[in-house]
């Protein structure tokens, strides 16, 4: 049979090793929330470049439109391009 001393020590052992084991066990809930945290920051992030993206491409589609209609009136006024950028 087990002493009562072996048991005891047994018992602060396997108490320590529980210590250790819930330290081991907040170190990595931390680091995960942590990393949760940066996620949801990036993923905030991706959406406002997403969101400038599509408005730039808004703004880029009607600026190449006010283009092509500036460079039809002056087709059908007989002026080249080319002419305009040599001046």
Known sequence: M???IQHNRKVVELEKEVERVNKQLEKAERK???LQ??????TSRSRVFINEYEEQKKENEKLLYKYLKLL???HVR???VDELLEN
Do not use: D, Y
């Open 78 to 80: 007989g002026i080249e």
């Open 37 to 42: 945290k940066k996620l949801e920051l990036e």
């Open 2 to 4: 087990i002493s009562k």
């Open 32 to 34: 995960m929330t942590n």
């Open 72 to 74: 039809r009136a002056l």
